[in-house]
């Protein structure tokens, strides 16, 4: 027997997440929660090391990738949605990440990735919202994570 590749709930690669500091727990913390890919995925960006003092501009260049990766899959789950709020947000997301450029000044684009991070959080709300599932809220899952606390606080 291989072992899987993914997480089958929450679809994370079964390797360190070292940009978190996530370590692969017995179980998956995701397993009870709605949309367990997106909450999965928002919390490896939100406890990474690209948000703190210490980041050096790989690691921005990373989560900008890893950025774009999440605004693809929420845009494909969003489609098959019906939830307008959940749109809103995402369209508000990708505004956001837009006028982040981490290959030519990712220092200055902290910010604006940050601001589209939060969109996101507000995005996978409105889903959860809709599923009349109680809102995501990363410290509940912030014990799988070798957290320093993020420098700034999510909207
Ligand atoms: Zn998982």
């Known amino acids: 027997m291989t ?6 709930v929450c679809r994370t690669p079964l390797v360190e997440d070292v940009d978190a500091g996530f370590k692969i727990p017995p179980e998956c913390p995701y397993r009870y929660t709605s949309y367990p890919e997106l909450c999965a ?7 990474g090391k690209w948000r703190k ?3 050096d501009p790989n690691d921005i260049k990373r989560a900008y990738g890893k950025l ?15 939830v307008e709020a959940a749109r809103r947000d995402l369209a508000n997301a990708e505004e956001a990440f837009a006028r982040a450029n981490a290959a030519d000044d990712p220092y200055a684009s902290v910010r604006h990735m940050d601001q589209a991070l939060s969109y996101v959080h507000h995005a996978i709300d409105d889903l959860l919202k809709a ?3 109680k809102p995501h809220s990363p410290s509940d899952y912030e014990r799988h994570y070798d957290v320093i606390l993020p420098f700034k606080e999510d909207l």
């Open 53 to 55: 003092m210490e980041a």
């Open 41 to 47: 995925r928002h919390d490896k960006l939100y406890f």
């Open 68 to 82: 774009a990766e999440l605004l693809a899959e929420m845009s494909r789950i969003i489609e098959a949605e019906d």
């Open 3 to 8: 072992k899987p590749f993914r997480c089958p």
């Open 131 to 133: 599923r009349e599932a």
